[in-house]
């Protein structure tokens, strides 16, 4: 699964620390989501959706699947 998550977090210059922080998760866990390391949970993937201001379909394609910004 491919995400936008580092991009969204560049755009609003917060480090991984920053976001874990804002979600209530490790920065070892927005790394490992950014890298395409680990899938989010449901919950989380809606608190990073709610953060963003975006739909769960913004934020997380499918391999394969192009980008639908």
Same mark, same amino acid.
């Given at each position: 699964?491919?995400?936008?998550? @580092?991009?969204?977090? +560049?755009?609003?210059?917060? $480090? *991984?620390?920053?976001?874990?922080?804002? !979600?209530?998760? $490790?920065? *070892?866990?927005?790394?490992?989501?950014?890298?395409? %390391?680990?899938?989010? $949970? !449901?919950?989380? +993937?809606?608190?990073?959706? %709610?953060?963003? $201001? @975006?739909?769960?379909?913004?934020?997380?394609?499918?391999?394969?699947?192009?980008? +639908?910004?």
């Amino acid at each position: 699964m491919r995400n936008t998550l @580092r991009v969204l977090r +560049a755009e609003n210059n917060w $480090s *991984q620390a920053d976001l874990a922080t804002r !979600l209530g998760v $490790s920065r *070892q866990t927005v790394n490992a989501v950014e890298t395409g %390391k680990y899938d989010p $949970s !449901l919950p989380l +993937a809606f608190g990073i959706a %709610k953060l963003f $201001s @975006r739909r769960i379909e913004e934020i997380f394609l499918p391999d394969g699947q192009a980008d +639908a910004r």
